[in-house]
């Protein structure tokens, strides 16, 4: 993976990312996944060396999801936006988030490998 594929968004559009996405804005949740996923995976690869690619991506897609399915839990006074993505994918998504009445659809992005 190359360093813009995998860059963090600078903080000026983390803080809009997360802004809309909190906000409810319908484009928010395809914007934070094309934002994120690419660097989150690659998070992910460097924390868990040897760690399946695809198992990866797939945490990574999960997290993005769950934060876009029910933002309410995020906070953006207590961490930036990708720190939040982070922590979720490190850990697994809490089970309060995978029975959402009605979830907000992350578009399908390429993410080159």
């Known amino acids: 993976m190359t360093r813009a594929r995998t860059a963090w968004p600078p903080p000026a ?13 319908p484009a928010a949740p395809a914007e934070v996944a094309a934002a994120y996923l690419a660097p989150l995976t690659a998070y992910l690869r460097t924390i868990r ?6 198992a990866c991506a797939a ?20 961490l930036p ?21 009605e979830p907000r659809p992350v578009a399908a992005v390429a993410v080159p490998g």
């Open 13 to 25: 559009v983390e803080h809009r990312l997360a802004e809309g996405l909190l906000a409810g804005n």
């Open 49 to 54: 060396p040897g760690s399946d690619e695809d």
């Open 59 to 78: 945490a990574a897609e999960s997290a993005v999801r769950g934060v876009c399915r029910r933002p309410t839990p995020y906070d953006p006074a207590g």
């Open 81 to 101: 936006l990708g720190a939040f993505l982070r922590f979720v994918a490190g850990r697994g998504l809490p089970p309060e988030w995978d029975d959402a009445e």
